[in-house]
Nanobody, 125 residues
Framework: QVQLVESGGGLVQAGGSLRLSCAAS????????MGWFRQAPGNGRKFVAAINGGRSGRMYYADSVKGRFTISRDNANSTLYLQMASLKPEDTAVYYC?????????????????WGQGTQVTVSS
């Protein structure tokens, strides 16, 4: 398994930007699909973005963040990133990074078996 620690959350005004980081430890990071999910109060955990492991690096996004968020990974430093721009109040949530069971990404949280503790993102209007 992979151990994950998120950072970079905070309070930002609508239209602003934030970059989330997820530091991973464990020998399987580079071959694991990695994802970002978010959970707002009263809601379930929802898919935000994911990136395949291995050489593919193919990326996937939820429609609600497409064109505004960018997922990337640095396998040499075992770090996952989520660059968020043009933030909206509805982006307010706790953001979690997750490591997938396989190298191909999915949008289903049950396909991820390692989770970070989460980082709060609050977007004010």
């Amino acid at each position: 398994q992979v151990q994950l620690v998120e950072s970079g959350g905070g309070l930002v005004q609508a239209g602003g930007s934030l970059r989330l980081s997820c530091a991973a430890s464990g020998r399987t990071f580079s071959t694991s699909a990695m994802g970002w999910f978010r959970q707002a109060p009263g809601n379930g955990r929802k898919f935000v973005a994911a990136i395949n492991g291995g050489r593919s690096g193919r990326m996937y996004y939820a429609d609600s963040v497409k064109g505004r968020f960018t997922i990337s990974r640095d396998n040499a430093n075992s770090t996952l990133y989520l660059q968020m721009a043009s933030l909206k109040p509805e982006d307010t949530a706790v953001y979690y990074c997750a490591a997938g069971i396989a190298y191909v990404s999915t949008t289903d949280p049950s396909d991820y078996n390692s989770w970070g503790q989460g980082t709060q993102v609050t977007v004010s209007s």
